[in-house]
Structure formats: structure tokens, C-alpha cells
């Protein structure tokens, strides 16, 4: 087991073109700071991690310290300071996933690459996790690889599927695009496109079975009219559902700058 990648992080800096996508991303919002977020992924995807270098550089161009940087980029799970192996290997042992499988496929795991929670193989390609529930509960027990689904995991079917990431072979996701790799899936999860977001199936059948149910009871969701307990009866369904948005937006904005707010409210390592 070792807690670092063959090649450092370091070796990649963050040049002129990086540079610019930060800044592009920065010009996306109106308020430049709403950026912070996918500008750490980017800086993940070309270096493998949050390093002091990047927290420095989204601190500049954001005009924020450099610990409004580091209190959000140690608050989120998401976000890495140690070097990351070439693939994320989720796996989740939240209730649900852990009494249908999740715990023992953890073990099993870590057994068989020779690693504990947040730690990468010796040879650089696996960085084992576990993971909370990721909202497949539907699919329990679940593992994410670079945040793509597989479903229904035994220990076994697991172990072949690290084995085959390992192997450099062509790894699908039942319920998405085709394995990259996790620095690749950053730099889609920083907002840039890399054209597989159509790619594979898009629901499970788990998923399709509560659709099903209901196409064939004739149920429906109400309407926003219908929906009297919303206090929106005067308005229109534009109105309302735009009313919704905007709510939507601005409790994410705050959700966003909670963690830079809080003065001290995590450690930077
Ligand atoms: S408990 Fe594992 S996806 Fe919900």
C-alpha cells in the first residue's frame, strides 16, 4: 500500500492553458466566486489532486484567501489532497448498501488490493473509498468507479471489475458512459464536455419499475394548480415553476458559500 501516486503531482502545473479555464469558468457566474467549485475539479484533473498550487491560483483569480479556498476544498469529500490513483473506486457502506453487501465488499477489497479507506494500490491505478449513500439505493450494494454506477456488486463481481480497471481493459458502466479515467471525469464534473453524456443507458430497472407502476395505475404528479398547499394559487405554471428555479439557484449559491464563510470551519493539511 502506498498513500502516493508514481508520478507526483507536482510534475504538472498549472499552465497557461489551465490558467485560462479557470478563469473561463470564473466568467460563467455572476457572482465570480460561485466558481470555486468546478474550478477545483479542474485543478484535480490536471494534477491529480487539490494542491497548494491550485488552491493559490483559484484564491488569486477569485479574490478570495487562500482559507476560504481550503476551508471549501476540506469540506467536501469530493475534493482530494492527496494524490489520487487513476481510477476512483467507490464503494458504499451506507445502511442500505451495507446490510445488502457494501461492508463485505469493502473488505474484501481492501484485502485484495492491499490497501485501507482513502488509500491508493502500489501500482498507482486504484484509490479505494468508501463512499455515502449515492442515491442507487434501488441498486444496493452499489460501487462507483470515477462516479459511474455498477450495480448489484457481490465481492466478486467487484474484485473482477478492479481487476479489469487495472488491466487497462474497456470497463462500461450499466447505467452510463464508458470508463475513462478519474482525472478525465473531473475535468467533465469542472464543466467541460467530453461528448458521453448520452452514452449508454441512462435508467436501471429498478428505476423503470416504479415508471411502469405508475404508467399503468394512471398515476400522475399533481400540478403545481392542483397543488394547494404551495401557496403559489394566483400564479400561472410558468410563474410557479420559474419561481422554482430561482429558488432552486439561490439556495445552491448558498449551499456554495457556506463552508467559506464559516471562519476556521475546517483545516487545511
Ligand atoms: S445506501 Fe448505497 S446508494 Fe443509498
Redesign the pocket.
Known amino acids: 500500500m502506498v498513500t502516493q501516486t508514481p508520478t507526483d503531482p507536482a510534475d504538472t502545473p498549472i499552465g497557461p492553458t489551465t490558467l485560462a479555464e479557470l478563469k473561463e469558468l470564473a466568467g460563467r457566474y455572476p457572482q465570480a466566486r460561485s466558481a470555486l467549485l468546478p474550478m477545483l475539479h479542474l485543478v484535480q484533473s490536471v494534477q491529480g489532486r487539490v494542491t497548494t498550487e491550485g488552491i493559490e491560483t483559484c484564491a488569486r483569480i477569485l479574490d478570495l484567501t487562500e482559507a476560504e479556498v481550503s476551508a471549501v476544498a476540506t469540506f467536501y469529500t469530493m475534493y482530494k489532497r492527496r494524490p489520487m490513483g487513476t481510477h476512483h473506486v467507490g464503494v ?7 446490510v ?1 453487501g ?1 461492508d463485505e465488499i469493502f473488505e474484501r477489497l481492501c484485502g485484495h488490493l492491499d490497501v485501507g479507506n482513502d488509500e491508493t494500490t502500489a501500482d498507482g491505478a486504484i484509490t479505494l473509498e468508501r ?7 434501488d ?4 460501487v462507483m468507479v470515477n462516479w459511474e454506477f455498477f450495480d448489484q456488486q457481490t465481492p466478486e463481481s467487484a474484485i473482477d471489475l478492479v481487476e479489469r480497471l487495472r488491466a487497462g481493459e474497456r470497463v462500461a458502466s450499466p447505467r452510463g458512459a464508458q470508463i475513462t479515467s478519474w482525472r478525465e471525469a473531473e475535468r467533465v464534473l469542472a464543466g467541460f464536455e467530453d461528448g458521453r453524456v448520452d452514452e449508454g443507458p441512462a435508467a436501471g430497472e429498478a428505476s423503470l419499475a416504479g415508471l411502469r407502476i405508475a404508467q399503468e395505475r394512471g398515476w400522475q404528479a399533481p400540478s403545481l394548480e392542483e397543488d394547494s398547499g404551495t401557496g403559489r394559487g394566483g400564479e400561472t405554471k410558468q410563474e410557479a415553476a420559474a419561481e422554482a428555479d430561482t429558488q432552486r439557484a439561490e439556495s445552491e449559491t448558498v449551499a456554495e458559500q457556506s463552508p467559506a464563510d464559516v471562519e476556521g470551519g475546517a483545516d487545511d493539511d
Do not use: S
Open positions: 458504499c457502506t451506507n445502511t442500505l448498501c451495507a445488502m457494501g463512499v455515502e449513500c449515492n442515491a442507487a439505493c441498486f444496493a450494494p452499489v
